[in-house]
């Protein structure tokens, strides 16, 4: 079983990281142009790990809802786990969404 967490936009994730870095590096700087790397950099260390898989809102199919979406074009299956991430109101807070599992139906 895969875990296949959604995040927010590169772009948003990436400015994230920018504010944590500041707050931890005073004086480093990061312009809006590196926030995308740094999501991207986050991205590679976490799906180092085994069944991990990174997605970014941006890319899923706004035609259909987040699940389908991941089964439909991202190589999700039924049985596995689903984790929306959003942002709360401070900097290391975060929102989770963990999808139930669905049973799938059997043919009789």
Same mark, same amino acid.
């Given at each position: 079983? *895969?875990?296949?967490?959604?995040?927010? =936009?590169?772009?948003?994730? #990436?400015?994230?990281?920018? %504010?944590?870095?500041?707050?931890?590096?005073? #004086?480093?700087?990061?312009? /809006?142009?590196?926030?995308?790397?740094? $999501?991207? *950099? @986050?991205?590679?260390?976490?799906?180092?790990? *085994?069944?991990?898989?990174?997605?970014?809102?941006? &890319? @899923? &199919? &706004?035609?259909? #809802?987040?699940?389908?979406? @991941?089964?439909?074009?991202?190589? $999700? $299956?039924?049985?596995?786990?689903?984790? %929306?991430?959003?942002?709360? /109101? #401070?900097?290391?807070?975060? @929102?989770?969404?963990?999808?139930?599992? %669905?049973?799938? =139906?059997? /043919? /009789?």
């Amino acid at each position: 079983m *895969a875990i296949f967490y959604v995040l927010p =936009s590169r772009q948003l994730l #990436g400015q994230r990281f920018s %504010e944590l870095l500041t707050s931890l590096f005073p #004086g480093v700087q990061y312009s /809006a142009w590196d926030w995308p790397d740094l $999501a991207e *950099a @986050l991205t590679g260390i976490v799906e180092a790990q *085994a069944d991990v898989h990174i997605v970014y809102r941006e &890319d @899923l &199919d &706004d035609r259909c #809802g987040v699940k389908e979406s @991941l089964l439909r074009n991202c190589g $999700a $299956a039924m049985e596995d786990e689903i984790v %929306e991430v959003d942002f709360g /109101a #401070g900097l290391t807070h975060f @929102l989770h969404q963990r999808w139930a599992h %669905e049973p799938t =139906s059997r /043919a /009789a």
